[in-house]
């Protein structure tokens, strides 16, 4: 079974502080995706990555930052916390084309 | 610009049928259909190709109009199991690596 997890479920910030979140695929997938999922907004695309250090801006990369250093592993940056960004993360991993594997996600708060 | 989906939420019977629709105003080389179940990662239902080609669930159904950009999820004979929020995920390019999801669509199946 594909697997994609992800560091946290839950977490709690600082408006400032600066936020990691890690993901891991174990399926040798070349695309990894961040999604950001509010309600009624559906998914929506934070940055992806087609291939080891390559990166892409999605739609609302605005505030974030992405690093891609190993094929299996993809890390969301917010270099300085706000409030709007409270909101569900979800990293995705699959093949140019094909289903997406989802990650469980990682509430984060920021407070 | 996401796809539009609609309605935003229905409530059915078991055995009852829904159809949900995915709307874009971009030509789309394929749609993808998801399922999230409450507190759950998103899962693949469908991907329907521009040509007609389809991949995914044998249980449910979908179509997909290139003329229209406009692709239907058919739930047919409705399941408990069928409750959740339905994502459809719009891609221009071929074997592209970006989707764009809609907002959702709830369902909840009642006995």
């Known amino acids: 079974d594909v697997k994609v997890t992800q560091s946290s479920r839950y977490l709690v910030k600082r408006t400032g502080e600066k936020v990691f979140l890690e993901c891991v695929q174990d399926?040798?997938?070349?695309?990894m995706f961040w999604y950001r999922q509010d309600p009624g907004l559906g998914l929506r695309l934070i940055y992806f990555?087609?291939?080891?250090?390559?990166?892409e801006k999605g739609d609302i990369p605005e505030g974030y930052s992405v690093s891609r250093e190993k094929k299996e592993r993809f890390s969301l940056i917010l270099e300085s916390a706000s409030t709007n960004q409270t909101s569900m993360y979800l990293c995705?991993?699959?093949?140019?084309?094909?289903?997406?594997?989802f990650g469980p996600g990682t509430r984060l708060t920021v407070t | 610009q996401q796809p539009v989906q609609s309605p935003q939420a229905v409530i059915l019977r078991e055995g009852e049928d829904a159809v949900i629709n995915c709307s874009s105003s971009?030509?789309?080389?394929?749609v993808h259909w998801y399922r999230q179940k409450h507190g759950e990662a998103p899962v693949f239902l469908m991907i329907l190709l521009k040509g007609g080609e389809q991949k995914g669930h044998d249980k449910i159904s979908a179509s997909f109009n290139e003329k229209k950009q406009q692709s239907s999820l058919y739930l047919t004979a409705s399941q408990l199991s069928y409750s959740g929020t339905y994502f459809c995920g719009t891609d221009v390019k071929a074997a592209g690596n970006k989707l764009t999801f809609g907002g959702g669509t709830r369902v909840l199946v009642k006995p």
């Open positions: 995705a991993s699959g093949t140019p084309g094909d289903e997406q594997y």
């Open positions: 399926m040798d997938h070349e695309n």
């Open positions: 971009k030509a789309l080389y394929s």
């Open positions: 990555s087609y291939d080891v250090k390559m990166k």
